[in-house]
C-alpha cells in the first residue's frame, strides 16, 4: 500500500469522537479489498474490529489504533489540509490509522500461526471510547491476550522508539468547576455575592494540593488553564466557571487530589455564600507498560538497525488506552515523528517516513511473538 497517500486521505476528514463516519467507511473500504479468507471484521459504534484468524493459535494479540481527530482549525498550509472546518488530525492519530491497515495488509497476505485482533477505537480524545469498547459484546467476544499500542512523539527524531518498563503516561482527569453567587452594581458589594473573589480565591488554594497534600515523591499537576465569570467591568459577577486538569503519577495520588479539591469547593460554599459542581470530565487510566511484554519489545527493537531505541521517563499526558492494559497486559510506545510543533498544535508536521518505522518494528515484532 501507498501509506503517505492512505494518511493524506485521512488527513482529510478528521472527525470528533464517536463522529467519525467517513472515517469509519475509509477504514472499512481499505478492509474489505484486503484478501478476506482469514479476516473477520465487525463494527462497534464508529469504530472497527477485524481478526487475522491464525494457522494453529495459541493466544490472540492485539493491536489498537485511535481513529479521531480534534477540534482545531488547521494552520499547516498542507495541500491535503483538513476539508472539515475547525476540525484537524493534531494529534497524528491518521499515521496512527495508516500504520495499523499496513499491518493488518500485511498479516492478510502472511502467515501468522496466532490471532490478531486490530481495534480501531473511536473518542480516545473524549468523551473516551476504550473503556466502552472493552465492555462492548463485541470487543469481549474476541478479547486479546495482550494489547500494543504507539502514539506519535514530535520531539523524537525518526527512526526513535521510546518506551519503558511500568508507567508511561500518568492518570488524568478534567476539571470543571461552576460558581454560582448573586450578581449587582459594582458600587453595592454588600448586596452581592462576588464569584470572581470566589473563583480568584479558589485558584489560590488549590496551589496548595501540589505542595502540601501530594507526596513529595510522588508526583501531580493540577491547572486550571481558563476562568470565565462577570458581563462587564462595573457589574459584579453572579457566576464564574473554572476549567482546568489533573495529572497524577499513582491512580492512588488521583482520589487524593480530587477529595482536596471537594473540600476548598465545600469551603468556598461556605465562605463566599454561594453554589459550586464539580464536573470531572473525561478521566484517564495511567498508562502501565507490563514489564515482561515491553521487554521482548525493546530487545527485539536493539537488533533492528533502523531503529533507535531509547528507554524514556513517564509523561503527564494521558491516553485512554491505559483502560486496556487496566484488564489485559501490553504496553504502549512513542514513534518518533520530528515535528517542531507539538501535538495538539494547529501547525503539527509529523514526518510520514516515520510510518515505515512502526511497520519495520511491529512486523519484526509481531513475527517473533507470533510465530
Ligand atoms: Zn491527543
Ligand atoms: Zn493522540
Not at 100 to 116: C, G, P, W
Not at 270 to 285: L, M, Q, R, T, V
Not at 315 to 328: C, N, P, R, S, V
Request: charge should be negative; aromatic fraction near 8%; hydrophobic fraction near 35%.
Amino acid at each position: 500500500m501507498d501509506m503517505t497517500s492512505v494518511r493524506r486521505d485521512l488527513h482529510r476528514i478528521p472527525e470528533r469522537g464517536f463522529q467519525e463516519f467517513k472515517t469509519q467507511q475509509y477504514l472499512l473500504h481499505f478492509i474489505e479489498n484486503l484478501p478476506q479468507d482469514r479476516l473477520q471484521v465487525k463494527t462497534w459504534r464508529t469504530g472497527i474490529l477485524v481478526l487475522v484468524q491464525g494457522e494453529s493459535p495459541s493466544k490472540t494479540i492485539g493491536y489498537r489504533t485511535d481513529i479521531d481527530g480534534l477540534p482545531i482549525k488547521e494552520e499547516t498550509g498542507y495541500e491535503f489540509q483538513s476539508e472539515h472546518d475547525g476540525y484537524m488530525h493534531a494529534c497524528g492519530h491518521d499515521l496512527h490509522m495508516t500504520i495499523a491497515l499496513s499491518i493488518l495488509e500485511y498479516y492478510a497476505t502472511h502467515r501468522v500461526k496466532d490471532n490478531l485482533l486490530f481495534v480501531f477505537q473511536p473518542a480516545e480524545e473524549g468523551p473516551g471510547g476504550a473503556l466502552p469498547m472493552l465492555d462492548s459484546e463485541e470487543f469481549k467476544a474476541w478479547k486479546p491476550d495482550q494489547m500494543m499500542a504507539l502514539h506519535i512523539a514530535p520531539e523524537y527524531p525518526v527512526g526513535t522508539i521510546a518506551t519503558r518498563p511500568g508507567l508511561l503516561f500518568a492518570n488524568t482527569s478534567e476539571l470543571f468547576i461552576d460558581l454560582t453567587g448573586k450578581g449587582g452594581h459594582a458600587a453595592y458589594p454588600h448586596h452581592t455575592r462576588d464569584m470572581v473573589v470566589a473563583a480568584s480565591h479558589l485558584v489560590t488554594q488549590f496551589q496548595s494540593i501540589v505542595a502540601r497534600n501530594v507526596d513529595p515523591l510522588d508526583s501531580a499537576v493540577v491547572t486550571v488553564g481558563k476562568i470565565d465569570g462577570g458581563t462587564k467591568q462595573n457589574i459584579i459577577a453572579e457566576k464564574a466557571r473554572l476549567e482546568g486538569t489533573i495529572r497524577t503519577l499513582s491512580a492512588d495520588s488521583m482520589s487524593k487530589v480530587k477529595t482536596r479539591i471537594e473540600a476548598m469547593v465545600r469551603g468556598i460554599e461556605a465562605s463566599f455564600e454561594c453554589e459550586a459542581s464539580i464536573d470531572y470530565g473525561s478521566n484517564y487510566y495511567q498508562v502501565n507498560n507490563s514489564p515482561e511484554h515491553v521487554q521482548t519489545f525493546m530487545d527485539n527493537m536493539k537488533r533492528l538497525s533502523d531503529v533507535s531505541l531509547v528507554e524514556c521517563r513517564e509523561a503527564m499526558t494521558g491516553e485512554d488506552f491505559g483502560y486496556f492494559l487496566k484488564e489485559i497486559p501490553g504496553f504502549m510506545f512513542w514513534l518518533g515523528v520530528n515535528s517542531s510543533s507539538g501535538l495538539h498544535t494547529s501547525t503539527l508536521k509529523p514526518d510520514e517516513s516515520a510510518m515505515e518505522t512502526a511497520y519495520l518494528a511491529l512486523t519484526s515484532y509481531l513475527n517473533e511473538i507470533a510465530n
